[in-house]
């Protein structure tokens, strides 16, 4: 099976930094896979390498066994790589409805202008109804962005990705700065969305990561120590070694609650 996304020995430097160096690592399609490693590990980067917002020093990119290494940030997203941010992207002036409506300007490559008068956009203000029912917001579709709370934040801009209609949905610390009813609420979101999206995250939260991911990636000082399940990657002493060194991994490690 072609993998949905698939990194070969791809590399960043920053003069002397290497701050990801050879990583290489296979995603297959409609899986939950998660990016985990100590801060400084070199997971934003590789992200940033991924989406296209950095160009690689050296290795390739591949899109369902494409290689769009050379290929731009946005016209990576109009091919099905689409990103979420750690810090808000959306429009909060725009309504909720609006924020995925402009979703669909980005994938058309058409001003919204030339959106309006079509008779097509009655389709994708059905769509984007659509997106926001299955995120948990179809009633606040006349809300405006700024109105949400940092958790519906969440679940907006997941709206708005699957509004570019992605092959591949890059989540940035999607669980950054919210409650546990809010993180357990999105944690839902993310494991019920279609098996043909194939999810790639970043996150610091391990109880997140356990809970969600069917396949985790371990990097470690820029370089990938390990990919394996969520079991295996608990059992690894490499992986404890390399959060905590000889400290006591119980807890980091614990069984994460059902």
Not at 120 to 141: F, I, M, N, S, Y
């Amino acid at each position: 099976m072609t993998p949905a996304l698939e990194v070969r020995a791809v590399s960043q430097h920053f003069g002397q930094l290497k701050a990801v160096d050879e990583v290489t690592l296979s995603v297959a399609p409609g899986t939950r896979h998660a990016v985990i490693g100590p801060n400084g590990a070199g997971k934003s980067t590789l992200f940033a390498l991924i989406a296209g917002t950095l160009r690689a020093t050296t290795g390739h990119v591949l899109l369902d066994g494409e290689d769009v290494t050379s290929v731009s940030e946005h016209r990576r997203v109009r091919r099905g790589i689409v990103r979420t941010f750690q810090h808000s992207s959306l429009f909060l002036s725009q309504t909720v409805l609006d924020n995925v409506l402009l979703a669909a300007q980005r994938r058309a490559g058409a001003s919204w202008s030339m959106l309006r008068p079509l008779r097509k956009r009655r389709d994708l203000v059905g769509e984007g109804q659509a997106l926001l029912e299955q995120v948990g917001l179809g009633e606040r579709h006349r809300a405006r962005a700024g109105a949400l709370s940092h958790g519906e934040r969440r679940q907006l801009e997941v709206a708005v990705a699957l509004g570019c209609r992605p092959r591949v949905v890059m989540l940035d610390e999607p669980a950054a700065g919210m409650s546990p009813a809010e993180t357990a609420r999105f944690s839902r979101l993310v494991t019920d969305l279609p098996s043909d999206v194939t999810v790639l995250l970043v996150e610091h939260d391990l109880d997140v990561v356990f809970g969600l991911a069917d396949t985790v990636s371990v990097l470690h000082l820029g370089r990938h120590l390990l990919t394996g399940t969520p079991t295996e990657v608990k059992a690894s002493e490499e992986v404890q070694q390399a959060y905590l060194g000889a400290a006591d991994t119980s807890e980091l490690f614990r069984e994460t609650a059902p």
